[in-house]
């Protein structure tokens, strides 16, 4: 069984994006970064609003919340 990849991880690996340099850009450590791009790790509200930024809302802040626990709306 092949594991999903995180969408920061298909973000880094399709733009050749070094991890080192990207988590210092978003303003964590390369070992925390790491458990957000494994997906053992969600970041916090403030660093997903980076990484969004970062990736120009290519990888969404909604990503690293867990499918079936999205806010109901109404």
Known sequence: ???????????????????????????????????????TQAPSISTAAAIQEATNGKVKLTSWIPKGKEPRSG
């Open 1 to 39: 069984m092949t594991e999903k990849k995180t969408d920061l991880a298909v973000f880094l690996e399709e733009n050749c994006i070094n991890n080192v340099k990207f988590a210092k850009k978003v303003g964590v450590t390369h070992t925390t970064f790491m458990k957000y791009v494994r997906g």
